[in-house]
Each structure stands twice: as structure tokens, then as C-alpha cells.
């Protein structure tokens, strides 16, 4: 489904990745950790196409199609979501709104009916209901004055809501108690499927504990430099990014 | 003689002029004239207009207005509000009051909405003892030419401690009069002690072409009362719209007023608010949205004058284009003023490389118990926001829709009335590029 071949990238002039190769197949839920710096949040941003990161060589394939020149609302339209790190507060917009605006965007890009305001209400309330998600969170506006834990729950709203292919989740653990870290699990958990593909980017070992990857990789300046399988997630713990840090290259 | 123009259009107008041969109004026209002429028209040299330059005005290029010019068929009258709310309204196509299209018969008992031409002929002494009479200070030529012409406008009085539930709507239509006009509106609002109104007015262009309004409005608020003062602008591209408010707040009175802007070449609002009574509040905010080369100019003068009176002033603007913003905005904290709290806000978003804001904030503070702030940004779309709601899937045009939105929403917490700013909120939304359906889904919410 995604195919990362020998990508280099750099944002304000400055080489952030330096060819990296990733494939990550259907029904697959690949881990990619690394310290501070890596280039972890550089790659979820293009992926799902934030302007300012410029690809310099190499290609990222989604569904064989090259994404270099999509945008991103094409991207997402297409199936690629991204779980953002600090999930951004949008003041004066309800968060049905947002949601019912990105679904309908969505359908229209795909020539498809928009739902009414009563279909879309309906699909929503089922959603709210599987990741147990209260109606006040849909009725304030996008993010604002949400704890950080409900921020990460409105996220994983958004991708429950918007269906992708291919979910990042970028930093989802940061910011959040034992509690909501489980909540949040059990959401992506939920979302789990054959025909999905999840990338869970993270630096500590302990959201892997919830959401328990295939594969996992270590990004450490700008390249994969190991992969295996959920058990590397443990000796990470264990051992720290010490001998993944540039002077022990 | 002077060569500001329309001297000598008040020459040939003012025997025509509403209230002509009433002593008072005969002297004051004729020392307002004179006060005029021997100012001219605002230059930027003025420290007040220095952000905002006149085009070139004269008697040539604008007529007086004649009757025929607001006499022509009207099929849809744009009120701001789309249910009927039972506004008692008031209609004017440039100036001339169009009975057949208001509905001003359902008033309560105390309260009187006419045309400054009624009142006049009914009850004179009432014009003269509320009519501001500032003199020309320096920069007021524009206050001393409409108290010479003062063609139009509208004189409401709400009585002592009456409340008028359902908003007064004063609409004036604007344009269509075969050539451009220039018209002086003189308004006076007068609420009594404990009184309580309203007041939504909006001017709209009737197609392209220009005229000028210039606009004086004095407003009185008694002990206690309470006045929601709403304007709406939105005149033709080529319009120039000049407009002063004289606002004199009793003792534990409030003054709210918001001010939309979304149209006009060039459009200024000076606003003289004097809070002359121990607890008296006002709110004085807007928001305007300017495209092509429009410019919107803002300039408030907050005068607190006694103890324990605030005042809050919010403006907000969106520029694309060329266009320009202007805000500023003097508080004066006066040596009695004290325990004043003064707050006081400019943010504008700028969506073009090529628009421009201008921000003025001043604070002048003789007393020495007070709370005051101000505070001026000008910023640009936040990217990180533009790209989450595009991870989305919302296309780009719609993303920056929402997020201009989402801005202007923050400046209409303002309005306490709701109707009213939904009704705002639904005229900046029809301001937005293209996307349009986005609208009426929020609507139907």
C-alpha cells in the first residue's frame, strides 16, 4: 500500500532524511521509533503532503501512484490520514462541522452524494458510540480548550469518521496519562482491519505495549537503520537510542 | 469665498432643505457652512486622516440629491434579517424616505421613528435641544458640512424607561440615481432614562456607481438605558462612505455598537464616544472585510469622564488584495475617570501580499487609579492550521474559508444580540470567495 523508496528530503535547505526505504502492506501495523531529531515527524508530513518539506530524491508510492505532487486534501481524499502530534484548535468551528465539510469534500472528490445534515448526524453518533466519545466533545469547537487527551480522542474521531487506508499516527502517546493513553489504544485498536494499513510513530516503547505493531523500525538521522519485529520495541526500552546517536555511527 | 466644495451648492440648496425658516436651524446651517469653508476637506495632513486620502471630491463630479432620485421601483428590500422579527423599519433610497416600504405604525407608546424632515415640522425644539453642536475643531469639516446640509436621516426617541422588544431597522439603499449624488444624513437617537432599543441600520449599494454619504449620527444614551447600535455597510465598489457618531452615555447607561464593513471605495467611521456618567459602559467594536483596492478607516475617540466607567473596543479585519485597513483608536482617561477600565484590541489577517493595515492605538491617562490595555496585531493565515484542515480533505479555497471564518467569529462575540449576529455572520460569509454552499450548511445547524 505505501512503498518509500530511497527518500531524501529536506526542509529550509537542511537535509532531514537521507534515504529511506519503508513498505508497508494492508492489514499491516508498522512502528517507526527513534530519538529526538530523527526526521520522524518529517516523513508524516510527507506522506500526507505539508508544504514546505521538499522531497529531493527518491519517491513515495501510495497504491503505486506517486504522491510528490498531490495535495493534500487529494491525499486525503484518496485515504491517507494523519493523527497529528499537537492536533491544532480552530475557534468558532464546531466539530461537526469540520467533520461534516472533510466528509462531504471527501465524497464530492469521488463524485459522490453529499450526506445531509440527518445522514451525517447518524453516521457520527455510530462512530462517537464504538470509540465511546461524549456529544459535548462534537458540539465545542475544533480542539478548543480540549485536555490533551480529548485532542488525541478527536483525532482518532477524525480518522474513525473519514475511513483511510493509511493512518500515521504521529507522537500519539505525547501528552498523555496512563488513562487516556489507553482510550486512545483501544480507538486505533479498533480501527485495526485487513484492509487498512496504520505507521505509529512514537519515541517511548510504551504505546507499543497498547497498540501492538508487526514490524518495527528505528529512524535515527535520517535513515532506517534497523528493522525487526515487536520485541526490538523492548530492547529499545532497554538499551535507549545510545548506539543509534550519530557519534556511534 | 472658499473653494471647498459644495459651498455653493448650499447657496442654491438651502432654501430647499428639511426644517428651512426655523430660525435656529437657518443660523446654525449658515455658521456650519462657514466653519466648513474655511477648513475644506480633511487632507492627510491632518494627524487624524493621515491613513486615509480623499479622492478628489467636488460639487462637479457629485449633485444634491433631487426626490425623482430615490423614487424608482424597488421590488426586494434587503433586510438583514430573513424571518420576520417584526422590525419596525424604516427605508431610504438615497435619502429619500420611502413610506411605502417601511413599516413603522407598530411602535410602542413613548417611542417616535421618523425622517428628520418630520420632525422637524412636528416637534422642532426637540431637534434642537438633542442636535450636536460640537463647533468645527480642527479635522471636523466633515461634522460643520453636514450640519450645514443635513438633507436627510432619521430622529428616534425612545421615552422613559420604555423598552422596545423588536429591533428598529433603518435601511438605506444606495445608487441607481443616473449619476453619483452626495447626500448629508443627520440622524439623532435619544434614549431616555432607563430606556431601552435595538438599532440596526445598514446601507447597501444598488449596483456599480459611485456617491458619497457623509454621515453624522448623534446618539444619546440617558441614565441607565441601554442602546445596541448595529451597522451594517455595504455599498457600491465606488462609494465613498464618511460617518461620525456622536455617543454621549448617562450614568450606569450602555452603549454597545458593531460596525460591519464589506464594502465602499472608501469608507471611515469616526467615532466620539464620551462616557459622561459615574458607571456608564460602552462597546464599541466591527469588523470589517475589505477586496480589490476598498479601504475601511476606523478611528474612535473614547473619552472616560467620571469614575468607574469602562469601555471595550474590539475591531477585526480581513484585507485581500490591495485594500487597506485603518484603526485608531485614542482612549482618554480624563483626571475624575478614576477606577476607568479600558480595554481595547486591533487584529487584522491579511490574505494578500499587496494589502495593508495601519494601526494606530493611543492612550492618554490623567488619572492615576485606572486599568487600560491595548493591543494591535496584523497577521496572516496560520499555515499549520490551513494544512490540518486540508489532512482532512478539505480542499484549499474552503480551508481558507473556514479559517477567515473562524477569525471573524472571535470579533462577532461582541454582539450580545443573537439574531444579530447570526445575521452579521451570515453577510461575511457571503463576503467569502467562492464555496458558498459552506454557508448554508451552517445555517441549517
Redesign the interface.
Known sequence: MLEIKNLHASVEGKEILRGVDLTINAGEVHAIMGPNGSGKSTLSYLI?????YEITEGQILYDGKDLTDM???D???EGV??A?QY??E?????N???L????N??RR?HNEEELD?LQFVKMLRAKTKELGISDDMLKR?VNVGFSGGEKKRNEIL?MAV?NPKLAVLDETDSGLDIDALKVVSDGVNHLRSPDRAILVITHYQRLLDHIVPDFVHVLAHGKIRRSGGKELALELEEKGYAEYSVAAE | MSTAPFTEQFETAKGSLPGNGLAWLDARRESSIKEYAGLGLPTTKLESWKYTRLPTISADNFRSVKNRDGEFYIDDVPSLFKADTGAHRLVFVNGIYREDLSSADTLPTGVRIEPLQAALERDPDFVENHLSNNGAKDGEALYALNSAFMDSGVVIQIGRSVVVENPIEIIRLNGRAGSPVVRHPRNLIVLEDGAQATLVKSHTGLGAGGYLTNAVTDVHVGEGAILRHYTVQNESMDAIHLATFNVNIGQDATYEAFSLAIGGRISRTEANVNLNGRGGHCNLSGSYLMRGREHCDNTTVINHLMPDTTSREVFMGVLDDESRGVFQGRIVVHKDAQRTDGHQLSKALLISDKAEMDAKPELEIYADDVKCSHGATTGQLDETSLFYLRSRGIPEALARNLLIQSFMGESLQEISNDTVRDAIMDRIVHWLPAHCYLAEEWRQE
Open positions: 500526507a503532503g505539508r508544504e514546505g495535495a493534500p486534501e491525499r486525503a481524499a490520514f494523519l497529528f492536533p491544532v480552530i475557534p468558532g468551528v464546531p461537526t462541522t469540520f461534516k465539510e472533510a466528509v469534500a471527501i472528490y445534515a469547537a477524525q473519514l
